[in-house]
Each structure stands twice: as structure tokens, then as C-alpha cells.
């Protein structure tokens, strides 16, 4: 038998004992799994940089592996805890918006509410549904639990604008996605959704910012400071400054719309 993989991906940071205590019901179901820690370090309440990061790192995870994620703003409301069934892995958090890009990249085949009692703890909190709900849930998951057990089938979740890239005639309009440390700008156009844009060069649009940037395959291919696109190692366009930083040039920060035409 495998040995059952659960990632965490939040916002809790580890000063707090909120990401052991989610350890700590795993580990009480499910004994064997081994848990690792994508990054507790989203920005509070940052769903779209949650999004980013847990898209980013599940796809190298072994086939079968449970990711969990919260970076939940509406604990406790109305919004549904959910499991997403995908084509090599399961993805258990709120329906926020929050799975769906890595959900979507794998190939989503099935999606159901948790709503049965017997897989969350005995006392569910209000407030700590990572604790209560979804790391009960991600256990019994990788004990072998069937999805169709923890609640109904769904067919419509909650899909935020930075999920979307709108097609015009000769454009795509899209949105900054995530800033890395070097100052790169990660969009979520993906390199599928340039298939209609000639490589070679592409006319940018980005604030009060107009500039075409050379389509490269390295960083290095460019002169030092001089701007570029080039498809990144997690599969989305990125606009990057050669040695430099593209973001502070641009002015550039997550949620930013950008647009993309021929140059």
C-alpha cells in the first residue's frame, strides 16, 4: 500500500498552534499518512495567493495525494466545504475559489460538499473549520473513504475572476496573479491560452504602462533590465526584467488587469 500524502497550504503562519492542531486530527485518523507543508505563509485572507501557491506545488505530488488547503475568510457562513475530486489528486477546503486552479489544471472529475457528521470532528467550531472539518476529512480520505460518502455531488463552485481569462478579437485581458521574490509578474494566462498569439513579441498593457515585451524561453535571453515574457516553470505567462524588477518598473501588484495583443 502507498503511504497516504495529505498537503497543508493556509494563512495561519506557525506561531499559533492552529496548523498542529490540524496535524493532530489528521494523525488521530489516519496514523500513517505523512503530512507536508506547502506554506503557511499565504497573506491573510489572500485566497488568490493561496490559489497560486497550492496550483503551483500540487502537481509534483505523487498520484492519490490529499491536499488541503484554507485560507477561508467566510468560516462559518454560508459557503460550502468541499472536496474536488481531480484526475491524479483530491482537494478539500472552502468553495471560495480556492482549489479551483489546481483543481482545474489537473482535470476536475468529481465534486461533493462535506456534509456528513461521522467525517469531521465530534465538536465542530465555528471558527476552525481546518481543524473540524477539513483535516478529519482529508484522513478519512486517504484511509480510503469513497467521496461520494462525505456528502452530495456538486456541479458549480465558486470560480473568482482570477480563475478567468477573457478572449477578445486580437487580445486576451487577464490579471496579475501572484509576484514572486524576484520581482516577476505572474499572470494567469496560461500557455495554452496564448495559442492564438504568434510568438515573437507581444504588445502589453498594464496601469497607464504600454510596452512590448520580446517572447523568450529563459530569463537570460534578454539584455540585463530589458523586459520580457516567457512561459515559467508552473505554466503561466510571467513578464519579467532580466536581472531586475519587473513588478517595481510596472508598478505592478496581484489583481492588476493586463492586457495581451500581437505586437
Known amino acids: 500500500m502507498p503511504v497516504p500524502i495529505i498537503t497543508l497550504t493556509t494563512d495561519f503562519e506557525l506561531k499559533d498552534p492552529y496548523v498542529a492542531e490540524m496535524k493532530a486530527a489528521i494523525l488521530s485518523i489516519c496514523p500513517s499518512a505523512v503530512i507536508v507543508d506547502i506554506t503557511h505563509e499565504v497573506e491573510k485572507f489572500n485566497v488568490r495567493m493561496g490559489a497560486y501557491m497550492l496550483a503551483s506545488a500540487s502537481p509534483y505530488f505523487p498520484e492519490g495525494t490529499v491536499h488541503v488547503a484554507v485560507v477561508d475568510p467566510g468560516v462559518g457562513t454560508k459557503r460550502r466545504p468541499i ?14 475559489g480556492l482549489l479551483i486552479l ?12 462535506i456534509a456528513s457528521r ?18 478529519p476529512a482529508a484522513a478519512h480520505l486517504a484511509k480510503g473513504v469513497p467521496i461520494d460518502e462525505f456528502g452530495p455531488e456538486i456541479t458549480a463552485v465558486a470560480k473568482p475572476k482570477f480563475t478567468k481569462v477573457t478572449r477578445g478579437k486580437d487580445a486576451l485581458i487577464g490579471e496579475v496573479l501572484h509576484v514572486d521574490g524576484f520581482g516577476n509578474i505572474i499572470t494567469n494566462v496560461r500557455a495554452k491560452d496564448l495559442e492564438n498569439l504568434k510568438e515573437g513579441a507581444l504588445q502589453a498593457e498594464l496601469h497607464q504602462f504600454e ?12 539584455k540585463p533590465q530589458e523586459p520580457i515574457a516567457l512561459i515559467g516553470s508552473h505554466n503561466y505567462l510571467e513578464i519579467a526584467l532580466n536581472q531586475d524588477n519587473a513588478a517595481i518598473k510596472f508598478q505592478a501588484k496581484a489583481g492588476d488587469k493586463i492586457t495581451l495583443s500581437v505586437a
Open 83 to 96: 472536496i474536488v475530486q481531480a484526475a491524479r489528486s483530491f482537494f478539500v477546503g472552502p468553495d471560495n
Open 102 to 113: 489546481a483543481a482545474e489544471a489537473q482535470g476536475i472529475k468529481r465534486m461533493h460538499e
Open 118 to 135: 461521522r467525517f469531521m470532528l465530534p465538536h465542530v467550531s465555528r471558527t476552525f473549520h481546518g481543524r473540524d472539518i477539513f483535516a
Open 211 to 222: 510596452f512590448q515585451l520580446k517572447f523568450s524561453k529563459t530569463y537570460a535571453e534578454a
